[in-house]
């Protein structure tokens, strides 16, 4: 499938979208404390969706059975809401999109809940920088692998990190999952060049430990071989006609962590 290149009208639905999902992302972070199951989350992020008007996209998507995806320590992407209890001190991890329109959205974030462990939160601080310092190095013009360049750079030089190799971002448009594939390591400079109307999810995922993953028997939980706990970030982002780029899933469109990053943000949007 051909890379899909969106007109501002049809970014300006994504936007709506992605609003959608930072609101109910918001929301999920101010909901979440120990004690609390990681389906009361999925609950909260039900209603969320459907207030605003929009449809959950990750509901039966090849079979997935809920709306959002909870992942709680070692777990690192596409756990199952369900009955687990957060504890204090887990690091949780959510997943949420949303379609309005036929247009989807895709964010992600990681929490410490209670107590958290300074190494987590370091590791949770390193995962989210490395996805802006992707966003950012995925500029009008820049080629493609230069955000898995960005992210692997940034995580390498904060420590000793696994960075998830078998999974990474993607194109988003009309369906969530859209080429190009964008890894979160590898060389500079290669792949289809950046342009205006490409929209993309920038998701590393990275653990304390190593980056070996297996899936567990729920055909969906990924989880750190060695029991390392990992995180994940992401945000769906574009560029828009004007060159620049605008953060859709991100309440303030990416602006104030661009800009300390050096990067103006569309005002298109
Ligand atoms: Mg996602
Ligand atoms: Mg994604």
Not at 12 to 32: C, D, F, N
Not at 56 to 72: K, T
Not at 241 to 257: I, Q, R, Y
Request: aromatic share 6%; proline share 4%.
């Amino acid at each position: 499938m051909a890379i899909q290149i969106k007109t501002l009208e049809q970014l300006k639905i994504m936007r709506r979208a992605g609003l959608v999902v930072g609101q109910t992302l918001e929301l999920l972070k101010a909901s979440i404390k120990p004690g609390m199951t990681t389906d009361a989350l999925n609950v909260i992020a039900a209603a969320s969706i459907k207030r605003a008007g929009a449809t959950p996209n990750f509901l039966n998507y090849h079979g997935f059975p809920a709306v959002i995806c909870v992942s709680v320590n070692d777990e690192i992407v596409h756990g199952i809401p369900g009955p687990r209890v957060i504890n204090d001190g887990d690091v949780v991890s959510i997943d949420c999109g949303a379609i309005i329109d036929g247009w989807h959205g895709d964010a992600a974030f990681s929490i410490g809940v209670g107590k958290v462990d300074p190494q987590d939160q370091k590791l949770m601080d390193v995962c989210e920088e490395s996805m802006w310092r992707g966003i950012a190095a995925g500029k009008n013009g820049a080629k493609l692998t230069d955000i898995g360049y960005a992210v692997e750079q940034y995580t390498n030089s904060q420590g000793k990190y696994g960075i998830l190799r078998e999974y990474g971002g993607h194109g988003i448009g009309t369906e969530m999952h859209q080429e190009p594939h964008v890894l979160n390591f590898g060389k500079a400079g290669q792949g289809p060049e950046i342009v205006p109307g490409l929209a993309l999810a920038i998701e590393p995922m990275i653990t304390r430990g190593s980056d070996r993953t297996k899936v567990l028997s729920d055909d969906w939980t990924v989880v750190s071989v060695d029991k390392s706990r990992g995180s994940h970030f992401e945000h769906s982002y574009a560029i828009c006609p004007d060159g620049k780029p605008f953060v859709l899933t991100a309440l303030d469109g990416g602006f104030e962590k661009l800009a300390s990053l050096g990067v103006e943000i569309s005002d298109q949007l």
